[in-house]
């Protein structure tokens, strides 16, 4: 019998979340709960969708794990924020690691992660809790990831590196071996990261400028 569980959250990264976990888990979700402020509805995604503040009288944490389901706002504290609550309520956090993500024997998948398809997380590297990394990222050895961070898609984090509490990693960053970045730390898309980055350091290259050129005028197209 598969472990049911309750999703914090009600929408794009929730609705994700409750696809993989159905599809690709050993858990069930049972329903979803959000704070009574944004609580509009009775159900989502045809489950039962209660108050956070009620949620352990409808799913009491005898009986059902959790799973925040949060993206990095406000440099994902307020992920955190709502794991910490859920541990006060006495849930056991749950985790999601994808059966297309690549992770060797040693591998240690601590609470509240969500890491999805097509993870390469090399040998000896090490990934904190309440950590997400969408698809595609190449985890190098020997580094470790800490608590609380969320990667986006194609990042490509070398050998050796360590990226602190709380940071935020933008798609397609590359960091070189041996970097460290601090905590709190934001790499803007794109970012080629060379050099160590103190805490809340913010890196956030210029985007390719727009031609001048309208594409009705490009020759050869």
């Given at each position: 019998?598969?472990?049911?569980?309750?999703?914090?959250?009600?929408?794009?990264?929730?609705?994700?979340?409750?696809?993989?976990?159905?599809?690709?888990?050993?858990?069930?979700?049972?329903?979803?709960?959000?704070?009574?402020?944004?609580?509009?509805?009775?159900?989502?995604?045809?489950?039962?969708?209660?108050?956070?503040?009620?949620?352990?009288?409808?799913?009491?944490?005898?009986?059902?794990?959790?799973?925040?389901?949060?993206?990095?706002?406000?440099?994902?504290?307020?992920?955190?924020?709502?794991?910490?609550?859920?541990?006060?309520?006495?849930?056991?956090?749950?985790?999601?690691?994808?059966?297309?993500?690549?992770?060797?024997?040693?591998?240690?998948?601590?609470?509240n992660c969500f890491i999805l398809e097509?993870?390469?997380?090399?040998?000896?590297?090490?990934?904190?809790?309440?950590?997400?990394?969408?698809?595609?990222?190449?985890?190098?050895?020997?580094?470790?990831?800490?608590?609380?961070?969320?990667?986006?898609?194609?990042?490509?984090?070398?050998?050796?590196?360590?990226?602190?509490?709380?940071?935020?990693?933008?798609?397609?960053?590359?960091?070189?071996?041996?970097?460290?970045?601090?905590?709190?730390?934001?790499?803007?898309?794109?970012?080629?990261?060379?050099?160590?980055?103190?805490?809340?350091?913010?890196?956030?290259?210029?985007?390719?400028?727009?031609?001048?050129?309208?594409?009705?005028?490009?020759?050869?197209?």
């Open positions: 019998m598969k472990q049911q569980i309750v999703i914090f959250g009600n929408g794009e990264i929730a609705e994700l979340a409750d696809f993989y976990l159905t599809q690709d888990s050993a858990y069930e979700v049972a329903g979803f709960t959000v704070d009574q402020a944004y609580c509009n509805a009775d159900s989502f995604r045809g489950r039962p969708l209660v108050p956070f503040e009620q949620v352990a009288e409808t799913f009491p944490p005898e009986r059902f794990g959790f799973f925040v389901s949060i993206g990095y706002n406000k440099v994902n504290a307020l992920r955190l924020a709502k794991v910490e609550a859920a541990k006060a309520m006495g849930y056991r956090l749950a985790s999601y690691l994808s059966s297309r993500a690549t992770v060797f024997d040693g591998f240690e998948l601590k609470d097509d993870n390469t997380i090399q040998p000896f590297a090490r990934i904190g809790a309440n950590v997400t990394l969408w698809s595609g990222n190449h985890i190098g050895h020997h580094s470790t990831i800490e608590d609380d961070v969320f990667i986006a898609s194609h990042a490509v984090i070398s050998g050796g590196v360590v990226i602190g509490r709380g940071s935020f990693v933008g798609v397609n960053v590359t960091i070189r071996d041996r970097v460290k970045i601090g905590r709190q730390c934001v790499l803007g898309a794109g970012a080629l990261v060379l050099e160590d980055q103190p805490d809340f350091a913010v890196v956030a290259p210029r985007g390719t400028e727009r031609s001048g050129v309208p594409s009705t005028r490009l020759r050869k197209i």
